[in-house]
Nanobody
Framework: QVQLIDSGGGSVQLGGSLKLSCVLS????????MAWFRQSPGKERDFVSVISLYGGTILYADSVRGRFWISRDLAKNTLFLQMNSLNPEDTAQYFC???????????????WGQGTQVTVSS
Protein backbone atom coordinates (compact mmCIF):
# COMPACT_ATOMS: atom_id res chain seq x y z
CA GLN A 1 0.00 0.00 0.00
CA VAL A 2 1.37 3.39 -0.99
CA GLN A 3 1.35 5.93 1.82
CA LEU A 4 2.54 9.46 2.44
CA ILE A 5 3.59 10.67 5.85
CA ASP A 6 4.13 14.39 6.15
CA SER A 7 5.73 16.22 9.05
CA GLY A 8 7.68 19.30 10.04
CA GLY A 9 4.92 21.75 10.80
CA GLY A 10 4.93 23.98 13.84
CA SER A 11 4.45 27.48 15.15
CA VAL A 12 6.73 30.30 14.05
CA GLN A 13 6.71 34.07 14.13
CA LEU A 14 6.44 36.43 11.21
CA GLY A 15 9.48 36.11 8.98
CA GLY A 16 10.42 32.68 10.26
CA SER A 17 11.16 29.49 8.37
CA LEU A 18 10.03 25.88 8.43
CA LYS A 19 10.89 22.82 6.37
CA LEU A 20 8.19 20.26 5.75
CA SER A 21 8.96 16.64 4.89
CA CYS A 22 6.88 13.95 3.21
CA VAL A 23 8.00 10.33 3.10
CA LEU A 24 6.57 8.01 0.46
CA SER A 25 6.35 4.33 1.36
CA UNK A 26 5.31 1.42 -0.82
CA UNK A 27 6.61 2.86 -4.09
CA UNK A 28 9.26 5.09 -5.63
CA UNK A 29 9.04 8.86 -5.55
CA UNK A 30 10.06 9.14 -9.21
CA UNK A 31 6.86 7.35 -10.24
CA UNK A 32 4.74 10.33 -9.19
CA UNK A 33 4.22 14.01 -9.68
CA MET A 34 4.61 15.24 -6.11
CA ALA A 35 2.83 18.30 -4.80
CA TRP A 36 2.10 20.38 -1.73
CA PHE A 37 -1.30 21.85 -0.98
CA ARG A 38 -2.58 23.81 1.98
CA GLN A 39 -5.96 24.35 3.55
CA SER A 40 -7.25 26.82 6.12
CA PRO A 41 -10.44 26.23 8.13
CA GLY A 42 -13.50 26.88 6.00
CA LYS A 43 -11.50 27.29 2.82
CA GLU A 44 -10.68 25.10 -0.16
CA ARG A 45 -7.47 23.15 -0.44
CA ASP A 46 -5.08 25.39 -2.38
CA PHE A 47 -2.16 24.47 -4.58
CA VAL A 48 1.30 25.42 -3.29
CA SER A 49 3.87 23.66 -5.46
CA VAL A 50 4.51 20.61 -7.64
CA ILE A 51 7.60 18.84 -8.97
CA SER A 52 7.53 16.63 -12.04
CA LEU A 53 8.59 12.98 -12.33
CA TYR A 54 12.23 13.68 -13.12
CA GLY A 55 12.37 17.03 -11.39
CA GLY A 56 12.65 19.02 -14.60
CA THR A 57 9.52 21.07 -14.05
CA ILE A 58 8.55 22.88 -10.86
CA LEU A 59 5.52 25.09 -10.40
CA TYR A 60 4.63 27.42 -7.54
CA ALA A 61 1.54 29.33 -6.54
CA ASP A 62 2.01 33.07 -7.02
CA SER A 63 1.55 33.62 -3.30
CA VAL A 64 4.62 31.55 -2.37
CA ARG A 65 6.95 31.98 -5.33
CA GLY A 66 10.35 33.22 -4.20
CA ARG A 67 9.69 32.24 -0.57
CA PHE A 68 8.97 28.49 -0.77
CA TRP A 69 11.14 25.84 -2.39
CA ILE A 70 10.14 22.29 -3.27
CA SER A 71 12.77 19.57 -3.46
CA ARG A 72 13.18 15.86 -3.00
CA ASP A 73 15.73 13.28 -1.86
CA LEU A 74 15.25 10.21 -4.02
CA ALA A 75 17.54 8.09 -1.86
CA LYS A 76 15.27 8.78 1.11
CA ASN A 77 12.07 8.74 -0.95
CA THR A 78 11.27 12.09 0.65
CA LEU A 79 9.70 15.31 -0.62
CA PHE A 80 10.47 18.63 1.06
CA LEU A 81 9.02 22.11 1.21
CA GLN A 82 11.34 24.81 2.50
CA MET A 83 9.28 27.78 3.61
CA ASN A 84 10.96 31.12 4.25
CA SER A 85 9.69 34.60 5.10
CA LEU A 86 6.53 33.14 6.55
CA ASN A 87 3.59 35.41 7.27
CA PRO A 88 0.22 34.84 9.00
CA GLU A 89 -1.47 34.25 5.63
CA ASP A 90 0.62 31.08 5.31
CA THR A 91 -1.11 29.58 8.36
CA ALA A 92 -2.80 26.36 7.23
CA GLN A 93 -2.75 22.60 7.28
CA TYR A 94 -0.19 21.51 4.69
CA PHE A 95 -0.63 18.28 2.73
CA CYS A 96 1.69 16.44 0.40
CA UNK A 97 0.13 14.59 -2.51
CA UNK A 98 1.11 12.17 -5.28
CA UNK A 99 -0.45 11.99 -8.71
CA UNK A 100 0.04 10.97 -12.32
CA UNK A 101 0.14 14.36 -13.99
CA UNK A 102 1.48 17.86 -13.49
CA UNK A 103 -1.47 19.78 -12.13
CA UNK A 104 -2.53 22.57 -9.79
CA UNK A 105 -5.89 21.00 -8.92
CA UNK A 106 -6.29 18.77 -5.88
CA UNK A 107 -8.57 16.39 -7.79
CA UNK A 108 -5.58 15.37 -9.94
CA UNK A 109 -3.84 13.72 -6.97
CA UNK A 110 -4.93 10.38 -5.56
CA UNK A 111 -2.55 9.79 -2.66
CA TRP A 112 -2.49 12.21 0.26
CA GLY A 113 -0.56 12.68 3.45
CA GLN A 114 -2.38 13.25 6.70
CA GLY A 115 -1.35 16.90 6.88
CA THR A 116 0.88 18.94 9.13
CA GLN A 117 -0.14 22.23 10.74
CA VAL A 118 1.78 25.44 10.14
CA THR A 119 0.92 28.45 12.30
CA VAL A 120 2.52 31.84 11.78
CA SER A 121 1.97 34.56 14.34
CA SER A 122 2.59 38.24 14.02
Amino acid sequence: QVQLIDSGGGSVQLGGSLKLSCVLSGDTLENYYMAWFRQSPGKERDFVSVISLYGGTILYADSVRGRFWISRDLAKNTLFLQMNSLNPEDTAQYFCAAGNKLARTSSSYHIWGQGTQVTVSS
